[in-house]
């Protein structure tokens, strides 16, 4: 079975950086929809960033951002690690969440930010940014 585990995050003040990242085992040979989402208390879930691991690491055609996040976030693959990446810029308070890898089998497409589509999920990291 395909097995999510999320790093990096932690505290940090507004207008840091943080890097998380999401290996993926169980996963040899095959390709995701890959990516971040995020959720604080009493909300729902939502998208953050995701990208298709098919290609190479530098092939982010099927990749997509949350607009309130575009500009200040990144988000990276290493195929040959099964890892993706999520470099956070710009931290303001409201990014505070804890942040979910997930994954599905399929291309990521314009319904990326459905959660319902994605069928693994890593535990979380908690990422807080103090003002």
């Known amino acids: 079975a395909v097995q999510l585990v999320e790093s990096g995050g932690g505290s940090v003040q507004a207008g840091g950086s943080l890097t998380l990242s999401c290996a993926a085992s169980g996963a040899t040979g095959r390709t995701f929809c890959m990516g971040w989402f995020r959720q604080v208390p009493g909300k729902e879930r939502e998208g953050v960033a995701v990208l298709y691991t098919g290609g190479g690491d530098t092939d982010y055609a099927d990749s997509y951002y949350a607009d309130s996040v575009k500009g200040r976030f990144t988000i990276s693959k290493e195929n040959a690690k099964n890892t993706v990446y999520l470099q956070l810029s710009s931290l303001k308070s409201e990014d505070t969440a804890m942040y979910y890898c997930?994954?599905?089998?399929w291309g990521c497409g314009a319904s990326w930010w459905d959660i319902s589509q994605y069928t693994f999920w890593g535990r979380g990291t908690q990422v807080t940014v103090s003002s």
């Open positions: 997930a994954a599905h089998y």
